[in-house]
C-alpha cells in the first residue's frame, strides 16, 4: 500500500513525485500535469479521471492502475504494460511505442496521433470502439492473441503471419497506420483469450522483457561491459587460487567454484547480448532479460553467503569489496536493482566505486 506521507503529499499538489510509493492509492480525479513520476510506484492505483497531460511514466511502475476517462494527452509510457485499464481515456499524441502491452483495456480510447510502432501486443488486450485517426501508429508491432473481432483491426485480416487490409487503397484501417506489422500465425486468435493470466507470471515474464528490451537497445556496449567484466572476474579466480589453503577447505573450494562459474556464465550472457538485433524476436529478447536476471540473482546470493564466509573468519574483506563491485556492475548493465542484505559497509562502499569504473560507458552505476 501507498507510504503514508507520499500519498499526503500527492494530494496536496505536491510536484516532485519521483520514487514515491502511490501503489493501490486513491488518486482519483487530481490534477498531475507537470508531475515528475520517474521510478514512482503506482502499482494498482486509481488514477481515473486524472490529468496526467504531458506526464512522463516511462519509468514509473503502472501495473494494474486505473486510467479510465483520464487525460493522458502526450504522455509517454515505455517497457511492460500489464493489467492497465486505458478505457474511456484521451491517448492523443501519446508516446506507447516499444511497449509490451498485456491485459490492457482500450476500450473506446481516444487514440488520435498516439504511438503505438513497435510495440508488441500480447494476450488479452481489447480495443472495442476504440478511436483512431490517419495518424495513429501501429508500424512494425507484433501481435499475439491480442485481438477481439470488434476491435479497431476488425478491418484486418491475417495471412502468412502478416496483418493486410481488407479494403482500403492507402494502408490504413478506419484511417490508423499499420505498416510492415508483424503477427505470429501460429498463435493469433481474432477473438479475445478469456484465459487468465496469473500475476506472478506477467510480473516476471514482464520483468524479464523490460530487462530484455534494455540490453536490446544497445546490445555492442553492453556485451562489451560484460566481457570485460567477465575477464575481470578471470583475474579474480586466478587470485584466489593463489590463496588455496594447504589443506582441503570447503569454504574456499565453493567460492573458488563460484568464481569460475561467474566468469563462464558472464561470458555467455556477452555473446546472447552480442547476438541480438533488429531481427531478434520478442521471445528471444525475454530469453536474454531472464539470463541477466538469472545472472545478477547468482551474485546477490553469493554476495550474501561470502558476507557471512566474511563476517565469521574476518578474512578475505577484500575479495567481499571485489564481489559487491561485480554485484553492482550486473545491476547497472540490467537496470534492476540489486538487492544486497550483508552489512560490511566499507566493503560495499569500496564495492560501489569499484562498479563506477566498470560501469561508467553505460552511464550507470
Same mark, same amino acid.
Given at each position: ?13 505536491? &510536484? ?15 490534477? $498531475? ?82 504511438? $503505438? ?114 575477464? /575481470? ?5 586466478? /587470485? /584466489? ?18 568464481? &569460475? ?40 546470493? /553469493? ?5 557471512? $564466509? ?56
Amino acid at each position: 500500500m501507498a507510504d503514508e506521507k507520499d500519498l499526503k503529499d500527492a494530494l496536496s499538489g505536491e &510536484k516532485d513525485l519521483a520514487s514515491f510509493d502511490l501503489s493501490g492509492a486513491d488518486l482519483s480525479g487530481h490534477d $498531475f500535469a507537470g508531475c515528475n513520476f520517474d521510478n514512482c510506484n503506482l502499482r494498482n492505483a486509481n488514477l481515473s479521471d486524472a490529468n496526467l497531460e504531458a506526464c512522463d511514466l516511462r519509468s514509473a511502475t503502472i501495473h494494474g492502475v486505473n486510467f479510465s476517462k483520464s487525460n493522458l494527452t502526450s504522455a509517454k509510457f515505455m517497457w511492460a504494460i500489464s493489467g492497465v485499464i486505458f478505457s474511456h481515456s484521451n491517448l492523443s499524441n501519446a508516446m506507447l511505442n516499444t511497449c509490451t502491452f498485456i491485459g490492457c483495456n482500450f476500450n473506446e480510447a481516444i487514440l488520435d496521433n498516439a504511438d $503505438f510502432s513497435e510495440s508488441v501486443f500480447q494476450e488479452g488486450n481489447t480495443f472495442v470502439d476504440a478511436k483512431v485517426n490517419s495518424n495513429t501508429k501501429f508500424n512494425h508491432v507484433q501481435m499475439h492473441r491480442s485481438l477481439s473481432k470488434d476491435s479497431v483491426f476488425s478491418e484486418y485480416e491475417y495471412s502468412r503471419g502478416h496483418l493486410h487490409a481488407r479494403k482500403t487503397d492507402s494502408g490504413s484501417v478506419n484511417g490508423a497506420a499499420l505498416s510492415s506489422t508483424a503477427v505470429n500465425a501460429e498463435e493469433i486468435n481474432q477473438e479475445t483469450i478469456s484465459t487468465p493470466i496469473t500475476e506472478k507470471k506477467t510480473q516476471k515474464e514482464a520483468v524479464d522483457f523490460k530487462v530484455g528490451q534494455r540490453l536490446a537497445a544497445k546490445p555492442v556496449a553492453y556485451s562489451a561491459q560484460l566481457n570485460e567484466l567477465a575477464e /575481470w572476474m578471470s583475474e579474480q579466480v586466478a /587470485w /584466489w587460487e593463489s590463496k588455496k589453503p594447504n589443506q582441503d577447505d570447503a569454504e574456499w573450494t565453493k567460492h573458488y567454484e563460484f568464481l &569460475k562459474s561467474a566468469t563462464s556464465t558472464l561470458s555467455e550472457l556477452s555473446e546472447t547480448v552480442a547476438s541480438l538485433s533488429g531481427q531478434t524476436t520478442s521471445t528471444e529478447i525475454e530469453q536474454a532479460g531472464n539470463s541477466a536476471i538469472v545472472v545478477q540473482s547468482n551474485f546477490e546470493k /553469493w554476495l550474501d553467503d561470502f558476507s557471512g $564466509f566474511v563476517s565469521s573468519t574476518g578474512k578475505s574483506v577484500g575479495m567481499l569489496s571485489v564481489i559487491t563491485g561485480a554485484t553492482y556492475a550486473v545491476s547497472a548493465i540490467t537496470g534492476v536493482d540489486t538487492n544486497m542484505t550483508f552489512g560490511v559497509v566499507t566493503a560495499a562502499i569500496g564495492g560501489r566505486d569499484l562498479a563506477e569504473n566498470i560501469g561508467k560507458a553505460i552511464g550507470k552505476s
